[in-house]
């Protein structure tokens, strides 16, 4: 940030491109490691931006502040990153440029988050972003590209295809030593033991050694939170009896999803409802079906309506998945299986959900 200052008060519009456009690192994880740092390099490409000449040998520099703007805001429901995206990327194709293709793909990537239920569109992303960067050498794209098709596939309980890109992934990561790489793929493993039938206690046991291996990796976007929310999906996945949710533990972003249950398992049945009923929309990312599913758990356990018809039309687009596998890191099992279990709920309350997942009001049956 400070080389982005320095080029800023140069006044050479150019320069500050230039200079933005070299945090061009491709990047997986749909939560920033450094929330001001993304704030302040969208604020100086948007700056840069506006004051960049719009003649046609700009067009790459522009592209590249564009799809700055779309990886740094990754996450969030502002209309601006979606726009960032597609721009940068119809400006890539028709400049015909593959590394500004493959970093372009990348904001894409990270703005492919409007909904549940897309894993589909990202495992395109995917597969493009591993055939182009294999064809013109971009290695650290084609990893990117083999990690993206990892989480798609696991989130359309596809583990056999996942695992080759796992291997892949690995394979380019030893040759050209990208050690963070593993990290992930370790998570996806742990990931594959739970969600195919393996017992807790084995899944518990991939998921210690895999947030053993995050620690001090530098990704605090990715590692704050994630074992305890890893080990509370574990065992709303296997409909343990209860949750174990300690908040005395650094739950990270995801504390105000698992306080509704930690307070329903003391019995604080009130101020669990109170808590659910103040939880925003999940974040738009890679986690967003999952922190639905952990709402839902809550409005289970509670009887509440409101919540239930909300989480209902959230995840019917995504009933063919994983719940959370999109993520390559953790699963509640299948959203099918939440839908159900939602909806049975919302009969007994004399409540339903339609087709669209717009709520309705069962009438009482006439005498």
């Excluded at 794209?141 to 295809?161: K, M, P």
């Excluded at 990561?173 to 990290?183: D, K, N, T």
């Excluded at 909300?310 to 699963?331: F, K, N, Y």
Aim: with cysteine; charged share 25%.
């Amino acid at each position: 940030m400070a080389a982005v200052d320095a080029a800023e008060e140069s006044g050479d519009a150019e320069l500050t491109a230039r200079v933005i456009g070299a945090f061009d690192v491709p990047a997986i994880w749909t939560r920033v490691d450094d929330p001001d740092l993304a704030e302040r390099l969208v604020a100086a490409a948007e700056r840069t931006l506006a004051t960049l000449p719009q003649a046609p040998a700009y067009d790459a520099a522009r592209c590249r502040l564009l799809a700055t703007i779309a990886l740094e805001m990754r996450g969030t429901r502002s209309s601006r990153g979606p726009e960032a995206a597609r721009e940068a990327e119809e400006t890539a194709r028709r400049l015909d440029d593959p590394a500004l293709l493959a970093f372009a793909l990348n904001g894409t990537f990270m703005q492919s988050f409007d909904r549940a239920g897309l894993a589909p569109r990202r495992d395109e992303i995917g597969a493009e972003l591993v055939t182009l960067s294999a064809r013109h050498g971009l290695t650290t794209f084609e990893v990117l590209g083999h990690l993206i098709r990892l989480q798609a596939r696991s989130a359309l309980a596809d583990f056999a295809t996942a695992d080759e890109h796992a291997a892949a992934a690995d394979r380019l990561a030893e040759r050209h030593e990208l050690p963070l790489v593993g990290v992930f793929t370790e998570w996806y493993g742990a990931l594959r033991t739970a969600a195919t039938g393996q017992r807790r206690a084995e899944a518990e046991a991939a998921y210690r050694a895999a947030a053993a291996r995050l620690d001090g990796a530098g990704m605090p976007g990715l590692e704050r939170g994630l074992l305890p929310l890893a080990s509370l999906c574990l065992r709303l996945a296997h409909r343990a009896p209860t949750t174990g949710v300690d908040l005395r533990a650094d739950w990270g972003p995801y504390r105000p999803w698992a306080e509704p249950l930690a307070l329903l398992e003391t019995g604080r049945r009130t101020e669990a409802g109170t808590a659910l009923r103040a939880l925003p929309e999940p974040p738009r990312d890679l986690l967003y079906e999952a922190l639905s599913c952990l709402e839902a758990a809550a409005a289970l356990r509670l009887g509440d309506p409101l919540v239930l018809k909300r989480t209902h039309a959230r995840l019917l687009p995504a009933a063919a998945e994983l719940a959370g596998a999109g993520s390559g890191l953790i699963s509640l099992g299948p959203v099918k299986q939440w839908l159900a279990e939602i909806a049975t709920r919302l009969g007994s309350l004399g409540a339903a959900a339609d087709d669209g997942g717009a709520p309705r009001r069962l009438r009482p049956p006439s005498r």
